[in-house]
């Protein structure tokens, strides 16, 4: 019995890509993340920086001009 071929799935407009290689890809939390285009990866890490700062708002950090202090929000 043969492994299928693993397909990867752009997470920004769902398209399969069968071939991942030479595609832009952007890596999130220790995964790597492949694209379809240049545009879905900075869609992608556009999304990204917003995932990052709500995690910093449920671990607490209270942002403020040019520095972050931890506490509760």
């Not at 990204?48 to 040019?66: K, Q, S, W, Y």
Request: overall charge positive.
């Amino acid at each position: 019995m043969r492994d299928a071929p693993k397909r990867h799935l752009d997470p920004i407009c769902g398209k399969q890509l069968e071939k991942p290689e030479g595609r832009p890809t952007a890596e999130y939390k220790k995964r790597r993340y492949f694209f379809c285009s240049e545009r879905c990866r900075t869609v992608f890490e556009q999304k990204a920086a917003r995932f990052r700062m709500n995690d910093l708002a449920r671990a607490g950090a209270l942002l403020t001009p040019g520095r972050v202090r931890w506490g509760l929000a």
